[in-house]
């Protein structure tokens, strides 16, 4: 697999002359390729249906006559102010029925049907023009489904679209009356133009109702996104991409990348952590300046299983301090190097930075980028050339399956966003829980989407919190060592609790009887080392008990080579779960350095050292923020 290097960049904020000094200087540094146009709508179509292009035109050949293959956006993430004086009502709309406004970005509802055909027109006017440019060489579509939680909309669109989608899903009112339980509190209707969206009632909606609308949520994103892929594939042959943002979860992106050849992802790890992790004071203060070891990594495996055959990239990578987060370090010296290598440790095909040069205005104002706004190289330009040697030196990497998979689920999120059944209880947190087990581990690890019928390639695979678990999926278990639970196959569809009650697995005698959720503060002791914590099953049935708590309650059971695990671990009881299932798996878990990780392709094995101090491991030297490789 070739390497390559990318940024983005936005000619549109910088005077033209610069353009071809800039160009000149991303070459230099070792880049390939530059992303432009994402958020050009109103430079590109200042009034509707006028159209300029001639500075596009100009940038595009300074750009690609310096050698740059050129990624072009479809700029519908920041629709022009005349937008809206078309579609007044095209606003999300959020939970507390407030309009999402203009003057930011990512301002419209996915089920307004006429800002979707807006959006769709706008891709079929850019791919008239450049569909067939051969300096184009990659299409990304919008930006960032769903960041700044505007995926869910309680618009009238969406109120409208929902009502239609719920009588196609089923079918007449008493089916839908029948699966939710609407007997229960009177809540039954008589229509489906009855229904409303499930927010601002007086206490929580029906959790059916709620699940349904995530459900409706996602196929309006992919409907949405599906428009601007049928516009581009009639107009170009070159790769769509979109870029999906860590921890988004409130669509599929299974189904969203099904459509287009390219995953990639947007990568913040020193922001993530300030923003949008869980975790001890501790922790946060000791990866304060290089990100949690493992939030990258899962979201590097994660958008491989997205992509079309295994193709992604990181589209965003974090080269100094950002500016949306709590707290914005800097990274600590190397990080920028070292992300870029795990990034291509685990597959990606281009890691392209964020941003050329540092915007002196608007909201990003206090974003790094590769260079500042005076001009001058910023540290991370210095980082990101060195990679740029390294992978011109370097052979390809050949990426290989792993031992070990992970099942990954967007509907397990959605249901247990809308029934926690315990403050803090987040299916993102369980699964990352589970992951960073494996990575402690020394493993090298493959996600796999719950609709997965082949697992044989696997020794090892776990699928914890899958809310409802397809047949399928568990016939293709049986040929692996498997690990499931806490909290799976405990609802339908519909979010109701099934009967027979969970996890129902063919082949393991075991029921939940009883589930608790734990304060924080609270820890139950293990026998032999380690706590639950958080959450807690009643496991019976006759399956032996492979390890139980202090007082005698089955914490894991399983028979042959099939385990429920009825608990959430902490990092000891974990490690020893992990270790267990590995021996019987015939895997050789490894004792890591606090901080180290390692990544396995069929070519090398690769070491990073997130700790702030230097360790030792296996005969190499990783100082902080290190990198080592080696052939295998």
Known sequence: MKRTLGVCYYPEH??????????????????????????????????????????????????????????LG????????????????????????????????????????????????????LGDRYGHDPRINGWQIDNEYGCHDTAISYSDAARDAFRVWLAGQYGDIDALNTAWGNVFWSMEYACFDDIDLPNLTVTEPNPSHDMAFRRFTSDQVVAYHTAQVAALRARTGMPLIHNYMGRVLDFDHFEVGASIDIASWDSYPIGFLSDRLEGSAAHKTRYLQQGDPDMQAFHHDLYRAVGRDNRWWVMEQQPGPVNWAPHNPAPLPGMVRLWSWEAFAHGAEVVSYFRWRQAPFAQEQMHAGLKRPDNADAVGLLEAAQVGREIAEMPDIALQKAAVALVFDYPSAWAWDVLPQGAGFSYFRLMLDAYRALRRAGFSIDIVPSTATDLSDYALVLAPGLATTPQTLCAAMANTVALVGPRSNAVTHDLTIPTPMGPDLRGLDVVVARVESLPPDVRRPVRGGGAVQHWMEDLQGTAPTVFETETGQPVVKGADDLHYLGAWPDATLWDRIIAGLAQRAGLTPQSLPQGVRLR???????AFNYGPEPVCFDGKSLAPAGVAWWAI
């Not at 610069?18 to 590109?44: C, K, N, Q, T, Y």
Request: contains cysteine.
């Open 74 to 125: 479809t700029p519908t993430c920041t629709p022009p102010r005349w937008m809206l004086t078309q579609f007044p009502d095209m606003l999300a709309v959020n939970a507390q029925g407030q309009p999402r406004k203009f003057g930011s970005r990512r301002h419209y509802c996915f089920s307004h049907a006429g800002y979707r055909a807006a959006s769709a027109e706008i891709a079929a006017v």
């Open 14 to 71: 910088w005077p033209e002359d610069m353009w071809p000094h800039d160009a000149a200087e991303m070459v230099d540094a070792g880049i390939s390729w530059v992303r432009i146009g994402e958020f050009a709508w109103s430079r590109l179509e200042p009034t509707p249906g006028t159209y300029q292009f001639d500075w596009l035109d100009r940038a595009i050949d300074v750009l690609s006559r310096a050698g740059l293959k050129i990624i």
């Open 600 to 606: 396995d392709t069929a070519t090398h094995r690769f």
